[in-house]
């Protein structure tokens, strides 16, 4: 067999960076303008846990060690950013990525809204 190594590494200037802030963890993921992911992180995998999880200081480390990844392993430079959902470290995962030093192109709230939501109750009766 001819060792060819499985994950070619691409140079890729820019990137779009999702944000996926819940009331319990944060998770952060770095594509290329494809789509394709370059690295990842969460506040779990940044060695959290429980309740800590869901902490601004949390979502900052986590933002900083995929933004590290995607830095060194793919020359990631620009992003555009994606913020989702409500939870405690949407703000601050937006000034970690603002302190990396990494230029921010764009930044766009993909929150689901609902429009009218799932059926009510039947009516009560006494």
Same mark, same amino acid.
Do not use: C
């Given at each position: *067999? ?5 994950? $070619? ?20 993921? $770095? ?6 992911? =370059? ?54 995962? =937006? ?6 030093? *990494?230029?921010?192109?764009? $930044?766009?709230? $993909? ?16």
């Amino acid at each position: *067999m001819a060792g060819k190594s499985k994950n $070619i590494k691409k140079e890729t200037g820019t990137g779009k960076i999702y944000v996926s802030a819940s009331f319990n963890n944060t998770l952060v993921t $770095i594509t290329n303008a494809q789509g394709e992911t =370059l690295a990842w992180s969460s506040s779990g995998a940044s060695g959290f846990k429980g309740t800590r999880r869901a902490t601004p200081f949390a979502a900052t480390t986590a933002v900083e060690k995929a933004i590290e990844k995607a830095k060194n392993n793919f020359g990631v430079t620009e992003a555009e950013i994606y913020v989702k959902g409500p939870g405690p470290g949407r703000d601050a995962a =937006l000034r970690a990525i603002r302190s990396s030093g *990494m230029k921010i192109s764009l $930044i766009a709230d $993909i929150t689901p809204v609902p429009h009218n939501g799932p059926r009510p109750k039947k009516k009560r009766r006494v």
